[in-house]
């Protein structure tokens, strides 16, 4: 606890963004969801995901809008670029991940923000989300009474039903297996990247097309 003599600063915080979309599936995006999954699926590590890794460029047309719309946001809200970019997605597939699988500590390289929407979970999903420090902090290890924002390493945020969570792409995450789970769980991810003019002026001016 801290009392009115000492203060805790929350210096270079990184942003995890979530947002619930209004709406369920509609039926059109139900089909094309079944379509993109009847079309192929490739094992990855612990999971599969769709062989075509372009899925938002011919499906899911309302639901990328959204998923859009909330890019703008975190922008504008988190970025806070003082020229006027245009970011955009890049990649989308759709991964499903059966009772008992997982996904491996990764990052998207390529990307700047990335994005994971729920199709359909369960109430005990989540995703893990890793300290990019945690080899520094390794160095000296300490047992924790209680593990809070900051000491812990890694982070749990659930994943539920029609929400989308935005995040950097730098930042480390992963699915651990649920065992309890009796469906699978079926998301959407992708990157994004962006054009516009980058750097500060007259220094490292770089237009990207």
């Known amino acids: 606890m801290t009392d009115q003599t000492t203060k805790i600063y929350g210096l270079f915080p990184t942003p995890v963004y979530i947002a619930k979309r209004d709406s369920d599936l509609i039926p059109k995006e139900e089909k094309e969801i079944e379509k993109i999954i009847q079309e192929g699926m490739q ?3 612990g999971n599969s995901s769709s062989i075509n890794s372009y899925i938002f460029n011919e499906n899911l047309k309302e639901l990328k809008q959204f998923c859009e719309q909330q890019i703008r946001i975190y922008v504008k809200d988190i970025i806070n670029p003082k020229k006027g970019l245009d970011f955009y997605i890049t990649q989308s597939w759709l991964n499903v991940t059966k009772p008992g699988e997982s996904h491996h500590e990764h990052c998207h390289s390529n990307s700047i923000i990335s ?10 999903d989540k995703i893990a989300f890793g300290d990019p420090n945690t080899k520094v902090k390794d160095l000296i290890e300490i047992g924790f009474r209680d593990y809070n ?7 749990f945020v659930p994943a539920i039903t029609n929400e ?11 699915v651990e297996p649920n065992e309890n789970a009796t469906t699978d769980r079926i998301s959407i991810s992708f990157n994004t990247f962006v054009k516009g003019p980058l750097g500060q002026d007259g220094f490292n001016d770089l237009i990207l097309k």
């Not at 994005?115 to 005990?124: A, K």
């Not at 924002?149 to 982070?155: F, I, Y």
């Not at 989308?164 to 992963?174: A, E, G, R």
């Open 43 to 45: 094992k990855n590590t």
């Open 115 to 124: 994005g994971v929407f729920y199709i359909s979970t369960e109430q005990s």
């Open 149 to 155: 924002t900051w000491n812990s390493t890694n982070w």
């Open 164 to 174: 989308l969570v935005l995040f950097p792409s730098w930042l480390s995450h992963k």
